[in-house]
């Protein structure tokens, strides 16, 4: 049987990669023997393992070694190998395919950090420059692009401290979670990121202005709590439309009754917003006084707002191209240090691809399935609260300095 030694180090025991890794081999047909273990003496000692693993052909064993690969298992080290792309937008053959986790490449005898690691990408190596991560379509023809898993080096996340705000929660999805030290500990998070100098994204759907939860987020924003927020034509508009005519989806905010032909004041909000050129213009004309667009205008809160097949006008500043919509999305993700997703499946998974494993995740919503689908596809570093969007925004104002939501309707 063809078979290679590979190194397994790290907090490789507490964390269950030992278990996973060995797991992994005996599930996809292959065998294995450890022959070297050492195991850490303290919490913050590694452990190491050198594990020889068969399989019944070559080809079983190369797939093998790429799924372990995945949670940190080396390789014999050896240079990576570069390709050069065919084409613009096309990759060569058996292109290394990037997982969210810190990733390093051999290249020239040294190890090197791969730059804005995300997931489903490709590692390009241009000549005098570091090493990156690269979506499909920003690759040019003859890049030269990493091919295989040979001079790879993926480093899984590591276990959480005990002292970690998030260290009661386990990887589960549950709606039995302790709901108010959920937020307590992300808004603690928020605290931290801003010490650390980090950025604080926030992704979110229109149901956070069905629900009445939009002065909440306003309050968030205006407190200076968000950085970056990542949304659709939805969440604008209907927030617009509740700061034009007090409406969200013609449902009065305040009283919870329709109104008559409410349902076109979406339309209308669209309408006006058009008319000044954006919402910028909208806001230094005075036409657009409060809400979560205008606190983002006059906070200086970046924003992306991505469209879909189904957005009505859309608004001027949506973008409607997908991938152009993914590179502006993309160009924010830098420094960022904590991530809130709150109710919006595709939004959240959509960034939970770009985000690096680092990024602490919390996606909010109250239906299970969206946390499920967002961690399913590998957001591994994300937890999940299954509750109301309108509670969790409410407490977070309440948890955060400044973010005092008295006067705003």
């Known amino acids: 049987m063809p078979s290679e030694i590979v190194h397994l180090e790290g907090h490789i025991i507490d964390s269950l990669t030992l278990s996973k890794v060995l797991d992994m081999i005996l599930r996809e047909g292959g065998e294995y023997h450890i022959q070297n273990f050492v195991m850490g003496a303290t919490r913050s000692d590694a452990s190491h393992a050198d594990i020889e693993i068969s399989a019944p052909d070559a080809a079983a064993l190369e797939r093998i070694l ?9 390789r014999p080290t050896g240079e990576v190998h570069l390709e050069p792309a065919p084409a613009n937008g096309v990759l060569p053959e058996g292109f290394y395919a990037t997982t969210n986790l810190p990733t390093r490449i051999r290249l020239n005898g040294v190890w090197q950090a791969v ?5 489903d990408c490709a590692v390009v190596a241009l000549p005098n420059k570091p090493p990156r ?5 920003r690759v040019l023809k003859g ?8 001079g790879v080096h993926v480093t899984p996340v590591e276990r959480r401290a005990p002292d970690d705000v998030f260290s009661f929660m386990g990887s589960e999805v549950s709606t039995e979670r302790p709901k108010e030290l959920v937020v307590t500990a992300i808004a603690q998070a928020m ?11 926030f992704v979110g759907g229109p149901a956070i202005l069905h629900t ?12 200076g709590w968000i950085d970056v927020l990542f949304a659709g034509n939805a969440l604008a508009t209907h927030d617009i439309e509740r700061s034009l005519f007090g409406t969200s989806l013609g449902v009065e905010t305040s009283t919870g009754n329709a109104v008559a032909h409410g349902h076109e004041n979406h339309l209308r909000a669209i309408n006006t917003i058009r ?4 919402i910028r213009s909208a806001v230094e004309q005075g036409v657009l006084k409060n809400g979560i667009m205008h606190a983002c205008i006059t906070h200086n809160v970046q924003y992306v707002l991505a469209g879909s097949i189904r957005d009505d006008g859309p608004l001027p500043d949506v973008l409607t191209d997908a991938v152009q919509a993914q590179d502006a999305m993309r160009s924010h993700i830098p420094g960022i240090g904590v991530a809130l997703m709150v109710a919006t499946t595709l939004h959240s998974v959509a960034t939970g691809n770009m985000l690096p494993a680092s990024v602490r995740t919390l996606c909010v919503d109250s239906d299970p399935d969206t946390v499920i689908k ?19 925004l409410k407490e977070l104002a309440a948890h955060l300095p400044g973010a005092n939501h008295d006067g705003i309707s």
């Open 115 to 119: 730059e804005n690691i995300e997931m």
């Open 133 to 137: 991560c690269a979506p499909m379509h």
């Open 143 to 150: 890049d030269p692009v990493v091919v295989g898993d040979t």
């Open 212 to 223: 009445g939860a939009g002065r909440y987020l306003e309050a968030v924003i205006r407190a």
């Open 191 to 201: 605290q931290e990121a801003r010490a650390a100098k980090q950025r604080i994204l």
């Open 374 to 392: 967002l961690m399913d596809r590998g957001t591994h570093q994300a937890f999940g609260i299954v509750t109301d969007c309108e509670f969790f």
């Open 66 to 74: 790429h799924s372990t690969q995945q949670h940190g298992v080396q």
């Open 275 to 278: 008319a000044c050129g954006s």
